[in-house]
């Protein structure tokens, strides 16, 4: 489910990046990864829910990278857990889980390289690549694809580099924005 503070902003269409994603997955025969990369607040994130918004070729799946790995390896040490989605209580096993990550038409992993590297996390990531190889996944990330390996490992940063690579640069969105909230609370006071 996409987040609630990228649903507003999934509408915008003046974008080149937009532009530039669309591109990149519009014939998803012979699919390699869209890897959307740069500095924080460009935009890598809401580029990336603005596709899942438009995906129309079967279900599609929007989780932080730590979210969907954290749900794996609770899914290792337990029968089952519940989530909630769009305010509904669902039931996910480890069967449901990896089914779901292999079949739905569309993964995005947001933020694959935040958090610390660890080993559970590399083994996690690696079955994920496997589960959605050849198939439609976008992820994003602060690092260029070169320094993926400090992240995770030499395998996992080499499945990564096989597909295709969108550096989004510009400035921060977000600074731009704390600036004028800061403006208004200024004149307010």
């Keep these: 489910m996409l ?3 990228f649903q507003r902003l999934a509408v915008r269409e003046d974008s080149a ?3 530039e994603c669309s591109r990149l997955v519009r014939d998803v025969t012979g699919w390699r990864s869209l890897y959307l990369w740069g500095a924080n607040g460009v935009g890598k994130s809401c580029a990336a829910a603005v596709i ?4 129309s070729l079967g279900r599609a799946i929007f989780r932080t990278a730590n979210e969907l790995f954290s749900d794996a390896m609770t899914l290792e040490r337990e029968k089952e857990i519940t989530r909630y989605i769009g305010g509904v209580a669902c039931e996910i096993t ?4 990896w089914r779901s990550i292999e079949e739905c038409g569309l993964l995005v992993l947001d ?3 935040q958090g610390d590297p660890h080993e559970w996390r590399s083994e996690m990531f690696w079955r994920v690549l496997e589960a959605r190889k050849r198939k439609p996944l976008i992820m994003t990330g602060n690092v260029s694809p070169d320094v993926l390996v400090q ?3 030499q395998r996992i940063a080499s499945r990564i580099q096989e597909g295709s690579f969108l550096k989004i640069v510009g400035s921060d969105g977000r ?3 704390l600036t004028q909230r800061f403006s208004i ?3 307010t006071v």
């Design 3 to 5: 987040p609630a503070h």
């Design 151 to 153: 992240a995770y490992d």
């Design 52 to 55: 899942y918004c438009r995906w």
């Design 94 to 97: 480890h069967s449901s889980f």
């Design 185 to 187: 609370v200024q004149r």
């Design 17 to 19: 990046v937009l532009a």
């Design 111 to 113: 933020e694959i390289a």
């Design 175 to 177: 600074k731009a924005g």
